[in-house]
């Protein structure tokens, strides 16, 4: 879970002019705060689970489902499944009446998050970004030991502790499930824009074949008036032979 704290103190180690030994201190309550909620998180309460669910930044953090369903990306799929049923009791809008707006929420977020992981397809896929995670944060880990090597200090860097490296890879995680996200997002607005378009054409094409139809229909409905007139005009032309014409005057010679 990302904090002002982690990263206030990750600034701090990367700034040579930062008090190290006042970062460490700020890490450390940090990490132990961290331990005390995990082992708190294991037997959270209906209500508590909702809270961690809709808690302030939880649009951004719910986008990890392992994060929502609380499993470790190597847990057996099995088990995931099994997590996900106790918590959807545990969260359930109908066992939590006097909550019930938030208790929906939570619901829709754990169903959610095991719809991404409930077959082996999705669950790999995850996987595969939370390995993407790791190789992001090994390699920002090589470039800070090649900055302090650079430097002459000693190649020793925060995410030589465990717990660090993990908070790490978790941060790296959730930043990849939220740009997933946004190309969703704007995959969805752009097609969604793209039909809208393909509709406005279709709409314009069928008025033109209207009004192309409805023309055709009037140019056929004045057929029989136009051939009429036209024999009437050739009857008119034969009987006008038969006329008697006088001579035309002719200019008087000298």
């Not at 990490?31 to 809270?51: A, C, F, G, H, N």
């Not at 740009?179 to 393909?198: C, I, M, V």
């Not at 509709?199 to 314009?204: F, G, M, Q, S, T």
């Amino acid at each position: 879970m990302a904090s002002p704290v982690t990263e206030g103190a990750a600034e701090n180690s990367e700034n040579p002019s930062a008090d190290a030994g006042q970062a460490e201190t700020a890490f450390n309550e940090f990490y132990t705060e961290v331990k005390e909620i995990e082992i708190r998180d294991s037997v959270l309460t209906p209500k508590q689970q909702i809270d961690r669910l809709t808690r302030p930044g939880a649009t951004y953090f719910n986008l990890n489902p392992f994060d929502v369903l609380q499993v470790d990306p190597e847990t057996p799929l099995s088990e995931v499944k099994q997590k996900y049923r106790r918590m959807s009791i545990l969260v359930h809008p109908d066992k939590n009446q006097d909550d019930i707006e938030r208790a929906q929420k939570s619901f829709d977020a754990v169903n959610k998050a095991y719809k991404t992981l409930e077959n082996e397809e999705g669950f790999k896929r995850c996987q595969e970004i939370v390995t993407e995670a790791k190789t992001r944060v090994d390699e920002i880990v090589k470039q800070k030991r090649k900055q302090l090597k650079k430097e002459g200090k000693p190649t020793n860097v925060p995410e030589d502790d465990l717990d660090r490296y993990k908070h790490a890879v978790y941060v790296q995680t959730c930043k990849l499930f939220a740009d997933l996200e946004r190309l969703r997002q704007e995959r969805e607005t752009k097609d969604a824009h793209e039909r809208k378009r393909k509709a406005e054409e279709e709409v314009e094409e069928a008025e033109t074949r209207k009004v192309k139809a409805e023309w055709d229909k009037k140019y056929e409905e004045g057929r029989s008036d136009r051939v009429n007139s036209w024999r009437d005009w050739k009857q008119a032309g034969k009987k006008a032979k038969g006329v008697f014409r006088p001579p035309k005057p002719k200019m008087e010679q000298r």
